[in-house]
């Protein structure tokens, strides 16, 4: 697994051992990049982080701060050991938080963020759980883009309308939606 793109481009990251974690693979980071546009000095939050490599891909093409989020410990060793090898330590933060319990510590992390990225384990109901959370008045500010990862046969129920589908689409097994807060952008990089 490689960074696709950017500053660090060409650059390895590590994955966890065993199961427990399903890095996105390398053609739907480069498909889900392309897509997003430029990230130049945005505010990214990676949910369910596992490697870091959303987040971390982010980094690479201009972003200016990650915050990843993973309870696992295994994973959360190899983040800081991608985050440490790349020389990132300044511009990340990582939260040791079980979700959807953590969401209530990342009220502040949320509310600053330009793009959200949430790849929770597939087949569960995190990803229905990541919607609720994220889909209440006020969780993210207007403008926000939120990029789910699903598998193609989880249920991704429809929001209320305060997160705003803009796009789905599949890879293989894996489907990526992607959302806009309702309201409008802030100003300043993220709107």
């Known amino acids: ?52 490599a959303l987040a971390i891909e982010a980094l690479s093409r201009g972003a200016e701060h990650a915050d990843l989020v993973e309870v696992d410990r295994h994973a959360r060793e190899t983040i800081e050991r991608n985050v440490r090898e790349l020389g990132l330590e300044s511009r990340v933060k990582l939260w040791p938080l079980r979700l959807p319990a953590g969401y209530s510590r990342l009220r502040a992390v949320l509310s600053a963020a330009d793009v959200v990225f949430a790849d929770p384990p597939y087949g569960g109901r995190e990803a229905r ?9 006020g969780v993210l500010r207007g403008g926000v883009r939120l990029v789910l990862e699903s598998h193609g046969k989880d249920e991704v129920p429809e929001t209320d309308g305060v997160l705003v589908r803009e796009r789905e689409r599949r ?13 409008a952008p802030a100003e300043g990089p993220g709107a």
Do not use: Q
Request: glycine letters at 14%.
């Open 129 to 137: 759980e990541t919607l609720e959370a994220l889909g209440r008045a």
């Open 171 to 183: 890879y293989g097994e894996t489907v990526v939606h992607v959302y806009r807060a309702a309201g």
């Open 1 to 52: 697994m490689r960074v696709i793109a950017g500053e660090l481009g060409g650059r390895r990251l590590f994955a966890p051992h065993g199961d427990r974690t399903r890095p996105t693979s390398d053609r739907v980071r480069e498909a889900l990049f392309m897509s997003l546009g430029p990230l130049d000095g945005l505010r990214v939050v990676d949910l369910f982080a596992g490697s870091g």
